[in-house]
Every structure is written in structure tokens, then in C-alpha cells.
T-cell receptor
Framework: GEDVEQSLFLSVREGDSSVINCTYT??????LYWYKQEPGAGLQLLTY?????DMKQDQRLTVLLNKKDKHLSLRIADTQTGDSAIYFC??????FGSGTRLSIRP | NAGVMQNPRHLVRRRGQEARLRCSPM?????VYWYRQLPEEGLKFMVY????????ESGMPKERFSAEFPKEGPSILRIQQVVRGDSAAYFC?????????????FGQGTRLTVV
């Protein structure tokens, strides 16, 4: 069946880059999404990438898509304390990963 | 344009009671999704509805849970005879009619505590 997988935790030092990885199974997905959930809040769309793209950059965020390997990554440059959150990868509206909890060390 | 509105934000129920969670989608959105997030866990899809239709309920528990999205009014997620294991955050999202890129806009969630 359709599935999206992510590692559960990531810890990075403030100022370093964070790379959150995701693998998915449905090769027919037209768009793939990254959502951010801050503590006690709902999910907020961060960025998305169309399936015929390899890369998308949006300020500090870079999304890389390897369609052959069904691998999606989110890179956050110059990670700040405000980036502490859970990051969800999603294909379509109903298939979400388990989320990666990003924590920032000083 | 108000966002997706969920109420109540917090709900406490005793075991055996009923919980009713409401979700008003964004204006112009005809698709509603419900998700459950257990403490320290990821987001699990429950049900996808359009007005007066259940499109996909593959994530709904077979018993005690039901959802509706009537022609008028909010979408309702109903949990009958709640048990402690139902304690979770329940999120609703809405999206416009399908076509091109669709993005789900999330509400703030209802945190259900069963005591």
C-alpha cells in the first residue's frame, strides 16, 4: 500500500544545516509536500515540489526530489531555534509520514 | 478569509461518553480530512469527505467512530463511548475542489482527553 517513511528525530547545532529525509511509495504522486508543526499547533504548509522537478529552493529551504529512488529531502540552511518543530512529509492530502522531530542545540 | 476552524480546542470526556468534534472548512473548500495524532506520534489519516459524501474512510476505526459533512454546517467527527485510548489531538484539514495542486489547510486541532 501507499506509505511515507521518515526518521523520527534529528538534532542539529544552531547555525548548521538540517536535512530531513523521506521515502514514499506512490510513484503517481503529482505533488509532494513538507509541513511544519510547532508545539501545540496544527500543521502549516512549508513548501511543496511538483513531481517533474528535481529541486526547489525557497529562501532557507531546499527540497530535493529523487523520483527514481522515491526519495524526498528538506534542507534547512542556517538552522535557528525557531525551526524546532515536527516536520511532516506528505504525498497527497491523506498520506503523511510519521514526522521528524527537529531539535536545535546551542 | 478565516482559516479552518475547529472547536472545541480542548475537550474532556469521561469514559463511555460521546465526543463531538467540529470542523468548519475554509470558505470555498469542499473537501475535508480528519486526522488523529496520538501523543508523541505522527499524523494518521482517518477520513476524507466531500459535502454529503464519504470519499475515503480507510483510516477510521470500524466501531464507535463516524464522520459527516452535511450540506450546511461544519463537518462533525463523532466518537461514541470514548475510551482512554481515544485521547489524542484530532486535526481537520480542508482543500478546494480537486484540480491542479491541492494543498490541505489545517485547523489548530481539538485535544481530546478521556478521563
Amino acid at each position: 500500500g501507499e506509505d511515507v517513511e521518515q526518521s523520527l528525530f534529528l538534532s542539529v547545532r544552531e547555525g548548521d544545516s538540517s536535512v530531513i529525509n523521506c521515502t514514499y511509495t506512490d510513484s503517481s504522486s503529482t505533488y509532494l509536500y513538507w509541513y511544519k508543526q510547532e508545539p501545540g499547533a496544527g500543521l502549516q504548509l512549508l513548501t511543496y515540489i511538483f513531481s517533474n522537478m528535481d529541486m526547489k529552493q525557497d529562501q532557507r529551504l531546499t527540497v530535493l526530489l529523487n523520483k527514481k529512488d522515491k526519495h524526498l529531502s528538506l534542507r534547512i540552511a542556517d538552522t535557528q531555534t525557531g525551526d524546532s518543530a515536527i516536520y511532516f512529509c506528505a504525498e497527497r492530502e491523506i498520506i503523511f509520514g510519521s514526522g521528524t522531530r527537529l531539535s536545535i542545540r546551542p | 478569509n478565516a482559516g479552518v476552524m475547529q472547536n472545541p480546542r480542548h475537550l474532556v470526556r469521561r469514559r463511555g461518553q460521546e465526543a463531538r468534534l467540529r470542523c468548519s472548512p475554509m470558505k470555498g473548500h469542499s473537501h475535508v480530512y480528519w486526522y488523529r495524532q496520538l501523543p508523541e506520534e505522527g499524523l494518521k489519516f482517518m477520513v476524507y469527505l466531500q459535502k454529503e459524501n464519504i470519499i475515503d474512510e480507510s483510516g477510521m476505526p470500524k466501531e464507535r467512530f463516524s464522520a459527516e459533512f452535511p450540506k450546511e454546517g461544519p463537518s462533525i467527527l463523532r466518537i461514541q463511548q470514548v475510551v482512554r485510548g481515544d485521547s489524542a489531538a484530532y486535526f481537520c484539514a480542508s482543500s478546494p475542489p480537486q484540480g491542479g495542486r491541492t494543498e490541505a489547510f489545517f485547523g489548530q486541532g481539538t485535544r481530546l482527553t478521556v478521563v
